[in-house]
């Protein structure tokens, strides 16, 4: 029993920097980890970085490697993207999602998550 909740989305200009948050309801926040998505129009939802449990582990999509990071308070039951030198390519609906934390399969695919928010729209404009 997750809820979640994305916020911090909206226009940016190619260069700049923005950053999503993703608030998370429970005290078992630390038990999940946490992934972003992205799905812009006419494309699959795909995914951009996740982080493990106790932010130990973090992996990215390569075209974001360096310029988007990944992070998670669980004091706050909070995780974040920081999007610097956003591109226009990085343009859609950025969704937080969340799965109970397990070592039997990867987090690259949105069916490997138990959880999700209602996206925030990003455009990066040039």
């Known amino acids: 029993q997750v809820q979640l909740v994305e916020s911090g989305g909206g226009l940016v200009q190619a260069g700049g920097s923005l950053r999503l948050s993703c608030a998370a309801s429970?005290?078992?926040?630390?038990?999940?980890?946490m992934g972003w998505f992205r799905q812009a129009p006419g494309k699959e939802r795909e995914f951009v970085s996740a982080i493990s449990t106790s932010g130990g582990t973090t992996d990215y999509l390569d075209s974001v490697k360096g310029r988007f990071t990944i992070s998670r308070d669980n004091a706050k039951n909070t995780v974040y993207l920081q999007m610097n030198s956003p591109k226009p390519e990085d343009t859609a609906v950025y969704y937080c999602?969340?799965?109970?934390?397990?070592?039997?399969?990867?987090?690259?695919?949105?069916?490997?998550?138990?959880?999700w928010g209602q996206g925030t729209q990003v455009i990066v404009s040039s």
């Open positions: 429970g005290r078992t926040f630390s038990n999940y980890a």
């Open positions: 999602a969340a799965r109970l934390a397990r070592y039997d399969s990867t987090w690259f695919k949105p069916f490997q998550y138990d959880y």
